[in-house]
């Protein structure tokens, strides 16, 4: 009897030790290697004959796998909003430069080179999205062409 409880008290001491690596991986959102360390757990609970450990385990496994789940899809969602930030910091930048052509353009009394910089303000502006001030500069557009004409 005394040689079965040896390798017992092996498990048990690897299982405890396994505890404190899972749940430092957890603690620091260490997704896989807490993952991996809950799944030995079980299967050592198993071994070890205590079959509701071993389901509290899986049950952990299971939490673990959703929850990185949840970040993994908050930082793409996050990626998405910085680059969508960045696109739109792009596209205020262009159609600003366009504008300051357009305005220079306009004082330079170049017709068409200001119609073709506040043409390109406003496909700029429609993108962002505001397209109270895309129509501003069309019309903005449509009162050049009366001067010209």
Same mark, same amino acid.
Not at 17 to 24: G, N, Q, S, T, V
């Given at each position: 009897?005394?040689? =079965?409880?040896?390798?017992?008290?092996? *498990?048990? %001491?690897e299982?405890e030790?396994?505890l404190?690596k /899972? !749940? $430092?991986a957890?603690? #620091? =959102?260490?997704?896989?290697e807490?993952? *991996?360390?809950?799944?030995?757990l079980? !299967?050592?609970?198993?071994?070890? %004959?205590?079959?509701? =450990?071993?389901?509290?385990?899986?049950?952990?496994?299971?939490? $673990?796998?959703? @929850?990185? +789940?949840?970040?993994?899809k908050r930082?793409?969602? !996050?990626?998405?909003?910085?680059? =969508?930030?960045?696109e739109?910091?792009?596209?205020?930048? +262009? /159609?600003?430069?366009a504008?300051?052509? /357009?305005? #220079? /353009?306009?004082e330079?009394?170049?017709?068409e080179?200001?119609?073709?910089?506040?043409? *390109?303000?406003?496909a700029?502006?429609?993108?962002?999205?505001?397209?109270? @001030?895309?129509?501003?500069?069309e019309?903005?557009?449509?009162? #050049?062409? @009366?001067?010209?004409e």
């Amino acid at each position: 009897m005394g040689s =079965s409880l040896k390798p017992r008290r092996n *498990l048990i %001491g690897e299982r405890e030790k396994l505890l404190k690596k /899972a !749940e $430092l991986a957890e603690g #620091i =959102s260490n997704f896989g290697e807490a993952i *991996l360390s809950y799944q030995l757990l079980a !299967e050592i609970s198993k071994e070890l %004959g205590e079959f509701e =450990s071993a389901r509290q385990f899986l049950e952990r496994i299971m939490e $673990l796998k959703r @929850r990185y +789940q949840r970040v993994k899809k908050r930082s793409l969602q !996050e990626r998405k909003i910085r680059l =969508s930030e960045t696109e739109q910091l792009e596209l205020i930048d +262009q /159609a600003n430069r366009a504008l300051e052509i /357009a305005i #220079i /353009a306009e004082e330079e009394q170049r017709w068409e080179d200001a119609m073709q910089s506040y043409k *390109l303000v406003v496909a700029k502006n429609y993108e962002l999205g505001d397209s109270e @001030r895309a129509r501003a500069f069309e019309e903005k557009i449509m009162e #050049i062409k @009366r001067r010209v004409e």
